[in-house]
């Protein structure tokens, strides 16, 4: 097979996209050279680079110590590749795990194409009949869905989860933030049995979306005051879990105030500036609450065994094959030809419009 020409969005200086081309040449034994469908958009991480927000433009991660050391930038424009929600199909594999023509949801930038190594990139087959399109979700935006549900199992029930969603079974659950992280956690909550689930966000637009899906939908301040008088047990008001998926210091504070005591925020959001919002010396302090950081990389302590990426990837299939059609239709509100992407970006970082899920087309 020869050589291709591969096409990256990127971003070349604050506030302006662009596309390059590179060349790539073929697949070496044991991996696999995939076309891709569609590349999934992931607001929340991807604008930092565009705003220049992202706390690499300002540090560097040192890894041996887990710190971030300041003014010592490790990310500079331009930043020739982003995006990690991928659906390629197999256009030539050197693998025997893999064959032509096969579909898999992937992690590795909004790319023309890609030469995986199924020993290092993450690739999950789509089964027959899966839609292409809902495999975006699969490899990395479900599975911190699922990481997030993951967490409050794990704090009723330690290491012995055996079922995603068995902490949540039975308990009303507030999620906080109609992003896809946030409507995916909510559906996942449903379906493991939540007694309710309510979704707070300050977009009418993302209410309407919360309420087409089947959840009930409240503003923050309705929802943190809906869980103090209506949710209780015992002597105890407020939610056993709040999932925070929204960056911004005044949602986390509000999730801390729908806690009962003791109770557990997840936290799936991702903040890029300070959190002047946010009040530890009073609902935080004087309700002895706990705050868990839920990402993809790390599930609960004791459970690493049991719970590797591919089996949170299987559950997002799952619930996708119940749910898809749904999402399809309230959740994935752009379908963007990955050719207009830097002016698409430019537009969405000027004009701010309304969306959930933004999705650019490759290849059919």
Not at 7 to 18: F, N, T, V, W
Not at 92 to 117: L, Y
Not at 131 to 150: C, E, K, T
Request: aromatic share 8%; charged share 20%.
């Amino acid at each position: 097979m020869s050589d291709r020409t591969i096409q990256s969005l990127g971003i070349e200086r604050e506030g302006q996209a662009y596309i390059i081309d590179y060349v790539e040449g073929p697949p070496p034994e044991g991996q696999v050279r995939l076309q891709t469908l569609y590349s999934g958009f992931s607001a929340g991480t991807e604008l930092t680079f565009m705003k220049h927000t992202n706390p690499y433009f300002h540090s560097r991660w040192d890894g041996d110590r887990g710190v971030f050391v300041a003014g010592e930038p490790s990310l500079n424009y331009p930043v020739p590749f982003l995006g990690y929600m991928e659906v390629a199909r197999v256009v030539d594999s050197r693998n025997p795990a893999f064959t032509t023509g096969q579909v898999v949801a992937t992690a590795f930038a909004h790319k023309t194409g890609h030469t995986a190594d199924p020993a290092r990139d993450v690739l999950v087959p789509l089964p027959d009949g899966f839609d292409p399109l809902l495999g975006i979700f699969v490899a990395q935006m479900g599975p911190i869905a699922a990481n997030g549900i993951l967490h409050a199992d794990a704090e009723i029930f330690g290491s012995q989860v055996t079922r995603l969603g068995q902490g949540v079974e039975g308990r009303p659950v507030l999620v906080i933030g109609a992003g896809s992280v946030g409507l995916m956690t909510a559906l996942f909550a449903r379906r493991a049995g939540a007694s309710a689930v309510v979704v707070a966000d300050p977009s009418l637009y993302r209410r309407q979306r919360i309420e087409a899906l089947g959840l009930v939908a409240m503003d923050e301040e309705q929802a943190w005051q809906h869980a103090r008088s209506q949710w209780h047990s015992g002597a105890d008001r407020g939610a056993d879990f709040v999932f925070q998926t929204r960056a911004h210091a005044g949602s986390l504070h509000t999730a801390l105030r729908a806690l009962r005591p003791q109770g557990t925020v997840i936290d799936l959001a991702f903040y890029q500036g300070g959190a002047d919002a946010l009040r530890l010396g009073e609902e935080f302090h004087h309700n002895g609450l706990s705050l868990k950081c839920a990402q993809i990389n790390r599930v609960p302590r004791g459970l690493a065994h049991q719970w590797d990426r591919k089996r949170l990837a299987n559950e997002t299939i799952a619930l996708l094959r119940d749910e898809g059609a749904a999402v399809i239709r309230e959740m994935i509100t752009h379908i963007v030809p990955f050719a207009d992407g830097p002016a698409f970006l430019q537009e969405l970082v000027e004009t701010r419009p309304e969306f959930v899920q933004i999705v650019f087309k490759v290849a059919d």
